[in-house]
């Protein structure tokens, strides 16, 4: 069973960056494709990147492609996610979550487990 820990959030000027994180336990994370997306309130769940295993490949919602991206480094079992150019459209709680592929895009990407969320607040 994995589990999944995101942290990093907090309240940012628009137009300014923030890097999460999700922590995992695991015994090889580099077995399981993570992705990441956001809830925001009254709206719905919005995937928002996905990295896959070793090798890893990166696929991106064209909301955030350009602004957003995602990496991981599975010696520290870690994923991250590097956002940029925020807007404040882009305030909501933020998760990582196991999916069984990348595939195409975030259509393909079914949610196993999931963390508890960090807020990201763009507010001036």
Same mark, same amino acid.
């Given at each position: 069973?994995?589990? =999944? ?10 137009? #300014? ?21 956001? /809830?925001?309130? #009254? !709206?719905?769940?919005e995937? =928002? ?8 490949? @990166? ?16 010696r520290? !079992? @870690? $994923?991250? =996610?590097?956002m940029? &150019? ?6 909501? $709680? ?5 999916? $069984?592929?990348?595939? &195409? %895009?975030?259509? &393909? ?6 963390? /508890? %969320?960090? /807020? $990201?607040?763009?507010s001036?």
């Amino acid at each position: 069973q994995v589990e =999944l820990a995101e942290s990093g959030g907090g309240l940012v000027q628009p137009g #300014g960056s923030l890097r999460l994180s999700c922590s995992a336990s695991a015994f090889a994370l580099d077995y399981y494709a993570i992705a990441w997306f956001r /809830q925001a309130p #009254g !709206k719905e769940r919005e995937g =928002l990147s996905c990295i896959s295993g070793s090798p890893s490949r @990166m696929v991106y919602a064209e909301s955030v492609k350009g602004r957003f991206a995602t990496s991981r480094d599975n010696r520290k !079992k @870690m $994923v991250y =996610l590097e956002m940029n &150019s925020l807007k404040p459209e882009d305030t909501a $709680v933020y998760h990582c979550a196991t999916v $069984v592929s990348c595939g &195409s %895009g975030p259509d &393909s990407w079914h949610f196993g487990a999931w963390g /508890q %969320g960090t /807020q $990201v607040t763009v507010s001036s």
